[in-house]
T-cell receptor, first 116, second 109 residues
Framework: DTGVSQNPRHKITKRGQNVTFRCDPISEHNRLYWYRQTLGQGPEFLTYFQNEAQLEKSRLLSDRFSAERPKGSFSTLEIQRTEQGDSAMYLC??????????????FGSGTQLSVL | GQSLEQPSEVTAVEGAIVQINCTYQTSGFYGLSWYQQHDGGAPTFLSYNGLDGLEETGRFSSFLSRSDSYGYLLLQELQMKDSASYFCAINQAGTALIFGKGTTLSVSS
């Protein structure tokens, strides 16, 4: 168990640029989640996958955000035409869902995005 | 929609006991989870309550009352390393975990 890995740890970009983050979940986990967190707030749900299927996307999520999990393993989150309001910590989490209600999420250390 | 309320800050001294309350509103409720996050770190799972009552894990306990839409996290024998943010989160039917805004716990000597 190597844990959830996210790259890069930090990303500084100029407004209007596109950015892409990568998440490698715990290998046997079938679910993968993306959350966003700003200072003093809790993680805000963005989207999640079960295997390669994207099952839910937050209604608050702009069309500039897209996520993929092409082979049910790693995932990428892309933000197009970044805005200063996109500055946040982007957290990835994975879990092994076996149909029960006690779902335990394992989080990565996150990617800190700063949009200048 | 869903909502969770928890205090924004709690302070305590080493060795003390502290309780962090969480009230929630949602439909399709399965249970309440608690996560801990140290500054600069990732959230880590602490406990889950699917049924009413108290769940104990070492110095930490968590309680749920479904009828009151209320839960709490109880931390005993506080240590400096317990200084962190604590989040309650709703486990719901067919959707992802929804987190509260968090409670910052400061433990002093």
């Amino acid at each position: 168990d190597t844990g959830v890995s996210q790259n890069p740890r930090h990303k500084i970009t100029k407004r209007g640029q596109n950015v892409t983050f990568r998440c490698d979940p715990i290998s046997e986990h079938n679910r993968l989640y993306w959350y966003r967190q700003t200072l003093g707030q809790g993680p805000e749900f963005l989207t999640y996958f079960q295997n390669e299927a994207q099952l839910e996307k937050s209604r608050l999520l702009s069309d500039r955000f897209s996520a993929e999990r092409p082979k049910g393993s790693f995932s990428t989150l892309e933000i197009q035409r970044t805005e200063q309001g996109d500055s946040a910590m982007y957290l990835c989490a994975s879990s092994l869902s076996e149909g029960g209600t006690n779902e335990k999420l394992f989080f990565g250390s996150g990617t800190q995005l700063s949009v200048l | 929609g869903q909502s969770l309320e928890q205090p924004s800050e709690v302070t305590a001294v080493e060795g003390a006991i502290v309780q962090i309350n969480c009230t929630y509103q949602t439909s399709g409720f399965y249970g309440l989870s608690w996560y801990q996050q140290h500054d600069g770190g990732a959230p880590t799972f602490l406990s889950y309550n699917g049924l009413d009552g108290l769940e104990e894990t070492g110095r930490f306990s968590s309680f749920l009352s479904r009828s009151d839409s209320y839960g709490y996290l109880l931390l005993q024998e506080l240590q400096m390393k317990d200084s962190a943010s604590y989040f309650c989160a709703i486990n719901q039917a067919g959707t992802a975990l929804i987190f509260g805004k968090g409670t910052t716990l400061s433990v002093s000597s």
